[in-house]
């Protein structure tokens, strides 16, 4: 078992740049594949990145890819999403997730435990 605490969220402008950290507590944290996902008001929880537990395999959808870099760093039990180019739509809370599936998935029912969230604003 897991417990991801998210931080590292602010406020930036268009065009800045943020990177946001996961730290997990547990002893099995490179068991558990990571995903970020965030959710603005009135829209759904959406994926932005995942990662593989050893770290070798990473998944973004088209909104992001390109701008997004989602990393770990096992010794740690932290996850890092480093975000480039920020657009005033990635504007949203951003949550960390741990799931035990041996991939990256969109799907938020595939990841077991949560973080609690860290707002990011974007300005124009």
């Known amino acids: 078992q897991v417990q991801p605490v998210d931080s590292g969220g602010g406020l930036v402008q268009a065009g800045g740049s943020l990177r946001l950290s996961c730290a997990a507590s547990?002893?099995?944290?490179?068991?558990?594949?990571m995903g970020w996902f965030r959710q603005a008001p009135g829209k759904k929880r959406e994926f932005v990145a995942g990662?593989?537990?050893?770290?070798?395999?990473?998944y973004y959808p088209d909104s992001v890819k390109g701008r997004f870099t989602i990393s770990r760093d096992n010794r740690k039990n932290t996850v890092y999403l480093q975000m480039n180019n920020l657009k005033p739509e990635d504007m949203a809370v951003y949550y960390c997730?741990?799931?035990?599936?041996?991939?990256?998935?969109?799907?938020?029912?595939?990841?077991?435990?949560w973080g609690q969230g860290t707002q990011v604003t974007v300005s124009s």
């Open positions: 997730a741990a799931g035990k599936g041996l991939i990256p998935t969109t799907a938020t029912t595939m990841y077991d435990y």
């Open positions: 547990g002893r099995t944290f490179s068991m558990y594949t």
């Open positions: 990662i593989s537990g050893s770290g070798s395999m990473t």
